[in-house]
């Protein structure tokens, strides 16, 4: 299985060096596709160094002016080639070594759809806000759904490339996540789980994710259910 990693970006020059290290130690096969959404300080610079300078092949893509997660995804995968998706955040609040584990449910069960859960084991570092936000949502996407989800919120989705093309995400911020899960499970495709390990960041590290998205988020799982 050949893997397409999408990188979306902003304004992450602290961390996004480190992030692409552990990301190419994985998989030396993996495609990595990097998207700048329009980032501000010197994260663009520093990624045209570092694929100037590796041997690695990155794809770099870039928006002119931030258009969010959303917009970022689709533009990565618009460019990827591999059979399965993944997305990787530019910090370090997930592990890419967890890779492995949803690549295995994969393998094992010939899935389409499998979800990293930061609430399928140890307990995770996140803020009681952070928590009780992604709770709440994940509660709200079983019962409007039908699901038995743990973790809607997170990150690490690997989804096979044709599907992820089918799902024609049309959200451009934060409220992708949302999207993508409502309309995994209204095609009735099974999403699997697998713990992953996590470490949260505050807003003064840089987490961008407010209660406005936690808005947004229940508008579009409950727009998604009713057109749906």
């Not at 495609?31 to 770099?60: C, F, H, M, P, W």
């Not at 960041?201 to 727009?223: H, M, N, P, Q």
């Amino acid at each position: 299985m050949r893997l397409s990693i999408i990188v979306p970006v902003f304004n992450e020059r602290a961390t996004v060096l480190q992030v692409l290290d552990r990301v190419a130690a994985i998989d030396s096969e993996a495609e990595i596709i990097v998207v700048d959404d329009g980032s501000t300080d010197d994260t663009r610079a520093l990624l045209v160094e570092r694929a100037r300078r590796t041997d690695r092949k990155i794809t770099l893509v870039r928006h002119p002016v931030n258009r969010g997660k959303g917009a970022a995804l689709s533009s990565g995968v618009g460019r990827a080639t591999g059979d399965y998706v993944i997305v990787q955040d530019a910090d370090l609040e997930y592990d890419p070594a967890d890779y492995r584990k949803l690549i295995a449910v994969v393998d094992a069960r010939h899935a389409e759809a499998v979800y990293g859960s930061r609430f399928g084991g140890a307990r995770p570092s996140m803020s009681v806000r952070h928590r009780i936000g992604n709770r709440l949502l994940t509660g709200l996407t079983n019962l409007l759904y039908g699901s038995s989800l743990t973790d809607m919120e997170t990150c690490y989705k690997l989804i096979r490339r044709g599907l992820f093309e089918e799902l024609a995400i049309a959200c451009n911020r934060f409220d992708v996540e949302p999207e993508i899960t409502a309309k995994l499970l209204r095609a009735g495709v099974t999403i699997h789980e697998v713990p992953i390990s996590y470490t949260g960041r505050s807003f003064a590290e840089g987490k961008k994710i407010s209660w406005v998205d936690f808005v947004s988020a229940v508008w579009t799982l409950v727009r998604l259910r009713v057109s749906g």
